[in-house]
Nanobody
Framework: QVQLVESGGGLVQAGGSLRLSCAAS????????MGWYRQAPGKQRELVAS???????NYADSVKGRFTISRDSAKNTMYLQMNSLKPEDTAVYYC??????????WGQGTQVTVSS
């Protein structure tokens, strides 16, 4: 099993920045892919960004150029640097991990609210 704990959410004005962190513990040796999802009220959960153990990254079109995903293997922690935030980025952000692709293990979520 893998445990994931997110932190770093909060309230920020449009144009501002936040950095989310996801600390992993447990059987992390088995994890290849990690990523961030988000879910806004009334909308489906969507994949925001993902990163593999080898460092390959993937981003949703809506966040390309604004968000950066990274991974510190020594600290077993993944990050999401979010810049130029928009009100439409408001959502609960979830950390996820998997042995091949993301989606097997989940964190509890952290709220990000961007005011206009």
């Amino acid at each position: 099993q893998v445990q994931l704990v997110e932190s770093g959410g909060g309230l920020v004005q449009a144009g501002g920045s936040l950095r989310l962190s996801c600390a992993a513990s447990g059987s992390i040796f088995s994890i290849n892919a990690m990523g961030w999802y988000r879910q806004a009220p009334g909308k489906q959960r969507e994949l925001v960004a993902s990163i593999t153990k080898g460092g390959n990254t993937n981003y949703a079109d809506s966040v390309k150029g604004r968000f950066t995903i990274s991974r510190d293997s020594a600290k077993n922690t993944m990050y999401l640097q979010m810049n130029s935030l928009k009100p439409e980025d408001t959502a609960v952000y979830y950390c996820s991990a998997g042995r091949v692709v993301v989606g097997t293990f989940w964190g509890q979520g952290t709220q990000v609210t961007v005011s206009s």
